[in-house]
Nanobody, 118 residues
Framework: QVQLVESGGGLVQPGGSLRLSCAAS????????MGWYRQAPGKQRELVAT???????NYADSVKGRFTISGDSAQNTVYLQMNSLKPEDTAVYYC????????????WGTGTQVTVSS
């Protein structure tokens, strides 16, 4: 019932930057956890960064110091600023938002491609 749409992906050269955006259709409820995941061909989907409704953030070791997650759970929006991009950052990036009090209900976007290449 909650639709997520990502945007901002594209082709960038090593060392460049991109900003990903995600917006959910939910209006009467707020996510208590929002995050970004990525999946490269032949690889498992992995966590990139998360942010709670209280503003607490968590990052994968591979992106610490380079990526910054921000957002507003009340508005059901989340962003990922990616700097100093490396070829190994190439993947499809997915937005996730978690709802629910007694049990977690996750909603996922359809993904946006990020390609880092010279």
């Amino acid at each position: 019932q909650v639709q997520l749409v990502e945007s901002g992906g594209g082709l960038v050269q090593p060392g460049g930057s991109l900003r990903l955006s995600c917006a959910a259709s939910a209006r009467s409820i707020s996510a208590y956890l929002m995050g970004w995941y990525r999946q490269a061909p032949g690889k498992q989907r992995e966590l990139v960064a998360t942010i709670t409704s209280a503003g607490t953030t968590n990052y994968a070791d591979s992106v610490k110091g380079r990526f910054t997650i921000s957002g507003d759970s009340a508005q059901n929006t989340v962003y990922l600023q990616m700097n100093s991009l490396k070829p190994e950052d190439t993947a499809v990036y997915y937005c996730k938002m978690r709802y629910g009090i007694f049990s977690a209900i996750d909603y996922w976007g359809t993904g946006t491609q990020v390609t880092v290449s010279s």
